[in-house]
């Protein structure tokens, strides 16, 4: 079984193919001015019909708009490709439960990552932080149970809005020296970009400790999203970072959700999961 998986976010699409349950190299790009041959020819590729390595599938986990969807839903048609499927937050799929009042207004992304992590974390208790356009913070426990989570806006948004909602710290902010970097910054600039750091920071490690109170131990912390490496030194307490978070919870949602045809071969009870 050959899976392509993409994870299409806020700004960048990433995608790897998983080849009898080990994944492949990831790839990331910014799409915000593709259009259906881009995603063709760097998402979906060539040679589908020919091509002995080509996908059985294609999973997608996407927050982006419909205009986007649909146009790698195009890309796909005309290289000859299966037709993607999109994955939908529910209340319970491939071992994860959520408590979320209205399922589907949870985020694809926190659902299929809150996936894959209660899947590496074996039973722990495990909480996903996902630092990009915006933080999420999900608290997952040991039994797959979803007690939902946190949305901030992330360290460069939160930089914009001082830049662009205000004057005075704009004006200041603007040339001059960068200066030193820490919490006590010498500069206005500085001051913002440090700031933002830190209070994502502040607010994983508030989190964490919630989490202990909610399940009784510390749960294990996982990293994700292109701004975590630069919050993660400044979080207390070990955390573990996995950049292909949301590609290891669609090849998980694969494993546990087989097409229609699959699903008249094999019952559920003897799926397997992946190794």
Same mark, same amino acid.
């Given at each position: 079984? &050959?899976? =392509? ?19 492949? +190299? ?12 881009? #995603? ?37 048609? +005309?290289?000859?490709? *299966? ?16 408590? #979320? =009042? ?7 992304? %926190? ?27 999900? =608290? ?25 909602? @205000? ?6 902010? @603007?040339?001059? *020296?960068?200066?030193?970097?820490? =919490? ?7 001051? &913002?970009?440090?700031?933002?750091? #830190? ?18 131990? %510390? *749960?294990?912390?996982?990293? @994700? ?29 694969? %494993?546990?959700? *087989?097409?229609?045809? +699959?699903? !008249?071969? !094999? ?9």
């Amino acid at each position: 079984m &050959i899976l =392509l998986l993409i994870d299409i976010g806020n700004t960048r699409v990433k995608w790897a193919r998983l080849v009898d349950g080990r994944m492949g +190299q990831q790839h990331a790009a910014a799409f915000s001015d593709w259009a259906v041959g881009d #995603y063709a020819k760097h998402v979906i590729g060539r040679g589908w019909g020919r091509d002995a390595e080509a996908a059985d599938r294609i999973v997608v986990s996407s927050v982006a708009s419909e205009k986007i969807n649909d146009s790698l839903t195009a890309a796909a048609r +005309q290289a000859g490709a *299966p037709a993607p499927e999109f994955v939908a937050s529910e209340r319970a799929a491939a071992g994860i439960t959520t408590e #979320y =009042l209205d399922p589907w207004r949870l985020g694809v992304d %926190r659902f299929v990552g809150a996936i894959g992590a209660h899947h590496l974390a074996s039973g722990q208790p495990v909480c996903v932080v996902s630092v990009g356009t915006a933080i999420t913070v999900d =608290l997952v426990d040991g039994t797959g149970r979803h007690h939902g989570g946190a949305i901030v806006p992330g360290p460069d948004l939160m930089v914009s809005s001082l830049l662009t909602q @205000t004057n005075g710290i704009h004006k200041r902010a @603007t040339g001059g *020296p960068d200066g030193a970097t820490g =919490l006590f910054a010498k500069t206005t600039r500085t001051a &913002i970009g440090e700031g933002a750091r #830190y209070a994502a920071a502040a607010l994983i490690d508030r989190a964490i400790e919630e989490a202990r109170n909610r399940v009784g131990n %510390r *749960p294990l912390v996982l990293l @994700t999203g292109g701004g975590s490496a630069d919050i993660k030194p400044l979080i207390r307490g070990t955390a573990v970072s996995l950049p292909d978070l949301v590609l290891h919870g669609l090849a998980v949602w694969a %494993r546990e959700t *087989p097409t229609r045809a +699959q699903s !008249t071969k !094999t019952s559920p009870k003897k799926r397997r999961r992946l190794d």
